[in-house]
């Protein structure tokens, strides 16, 4: 249990959150910025997190709440391996609007992760949308459904907060 909140939660979903959020904070003002200008790479993230609904909603049908959180949790594997591979910190000094680009990806992954893992964790996924600005009237799966539902550019963003700290096994 200690293992996979570590790994899944602390290291994953909170990092990426934490890491995206805070970059938000530092290069853009904490403004939400605008999804412009996709590359192939941005569609694919957004398109795997948009994917999940879907995917999800056949696997709960058949009681599988296992593969449903598997899934998620591959599409944050995947938000991971983004972050890192198109480096927002670097395009911060070479090509600020790629850079914005790339933070409103992982701003609208984050909001489609969280949003979906709200039936297992509402406590921790609240206080992520919380940061993200979504306000409680569109933190349903149907604000996951259709064109243009996404974190409005231009939102304020407060400060991120850390929602899952790691877990020491020798102070449990």
């Given amino acids: 249990m200690i293992g996979r909140i ?19 904070q530092k ?5 939400a910025p605008a999804l412009d200008g996709l590359t192939d ?3 694919a993230l957004l398109g795997a997190a948009r994917a999940l609904l879907p995917a999800l ?12 959180l598997g899934r998620i949790f591959e599409v944050a594997d995947a938000a991971n391996r983004y972050i890192d591979t198109q480096a ?9 609007a790629r850079m914005a680009t790339v933070l409103a990806v992982l701003v609208e992954a ?13 406590t921790a996924c609240a206080a992520i949308l919380d940061q993200l600005a979504v306000p409680p ?34 102070k449990v």
Avoid: C, Y
């Avoid at 909603?57 to 449903?68: D, I, K, V």
């Avoid at 984050?110 to 509402?122: C, G």
């Fill in 137 to 170: 009237d569109a933190r349903s799966f149907a604000a996951l459904e259709g064109e243009g539902r996404v974190v409005p550019p231009g939102t304020a963003l407060p400060p991120p907060k850390g929602v899952f700290p790691r877990i020491e096994a020798e």
């Fill in 88 to 96: 927002p910190w670097s395009l911060k000094k070479t090509d600020p």
């Fill in 41 to 43: 790479e941005d569609q």
């Fill in 6 to 24: 570590n790994s899944d939660l602390a290291n994953n979903l909170g990092n990426l959150a934490q890491r995206t959020l805070s970059l938000v």
């Fill in 110 to 122: 984050i909001r489609t992760l969280v949003l979906l893992l709200q039936p297992v964790m509402p």
């Fill in 57 to 68: 909603r056949e696997q709960m049908a058949r009681a599988e709440l296992h593969g449903a």
């Fill in 27 to 31: 290069n853009l003002g904490g403004v």
